[in-house]
């Protein structure tokens, strides 16, 4: 889903930073559904949350659910605001240099444009979150990019003329391109990213190896493809 810059500051925040005991602070955004988002009673929910809650349990470990705005996750994930960075964030190497990640448990999927007609100019005036891959592909597309903070923004810009599209992780506008509304698809699908996985600091190899290890057995026997299909539709695509 997205991609951050750190600064040198960020960076030296993380030395000495690490994971210790079976209380698991897991980062999110809080913003993304149905990756995350916050529910009526004001509770981090989500494929993420019951996912995140699943790993703990099986790693024997407890969860705690901290919610963070995009655009300084990783930063904060550094300076041990939390242990973790559950929130649709795909593996890219970019991230990788200051940061590291499980296995992913999201496959490499599309990224899309959704406009209001199917024939939108996408060279023209693009929305994308900030910070994220998609955002990095269409600076680079020749179009106009338009950054904002959140999917939602995004979505509002295509709607109300500020944007002639919005460029996205196709499962994250899938809920708003619906038959009869006012969004639809528009252009090809565009692969991008290694699949989505959990980020953590790179001093933090043993919880690495455990969520690793119950994320490839959910692989094995089936339920994360079953839990992503919960999410994301039958026609989601699984491992």
């Known amino acids: 889903m997205k991609k951050l810059i750190l600064t040198a500051a960020a960076l030296a925040l993380s030395a000495g930073t690490a994971f210790a005991g079976d209380v698991v602070r897991m980062g999110t955004e809080g913003a993304y559904p149905p990756y995350n988002f916050i529910n009526d009673k004001g509770e981090v929910d989500g494929f993420e949350r019951e996912l995140g809650d699943t790993l703990c349990t099986k790693a024997a470990l407890k969860c705690e659910w901290v919610t963070n705005e995009w655009d300084s996750i990783i930063p904060n994930l550094l300076s041990g605001n939390y242990d973790t960075i ?66 939602d923004d995004t979505i509002a810009a ?31 699908d565009v692969p991008l990213g290694g699949g989505v996985g959990i980020g953590l600091r790179k001093s933090d190899t043993e919880l690495k190896a455990k969520f690793d290890a119950v994320i490839t057995a959910m692989k094995a026997d089936g339920s994360l493809n079953a839990m992503i299909k919960k999410w994301f539709g039958d026609d989601s695509q699984v491992f």
């Open 158 to 188: 295509v709607k109300n003329g500020e944007a002639d599209a919005v460029f996205a992780d196709k499962d994250a506008i899938k809920p708003f391109v619906t038959e009869g509304g006012e969004l639809v698809w528009s252009g090809a």
């Open 86 to 151: 559950i929130a649709g964030m795909s593996i890219t190497d970019e991230r990788k240099q200051t940061i590291d990640f499980t296995q992913n448990y999201i496959p490499p999927a599309a990224s899309a444009y959704a406009a209001k007609s199917a024939d939108a100019n996408l060279k023209g005036v693009v929305a994308a979150q900030v910070g994220t891959i998609q955002a990095d592909y269409v600076a680079k597309s020749g179009a106009t990019l338009l950054e904002f903070p959140t999917l």
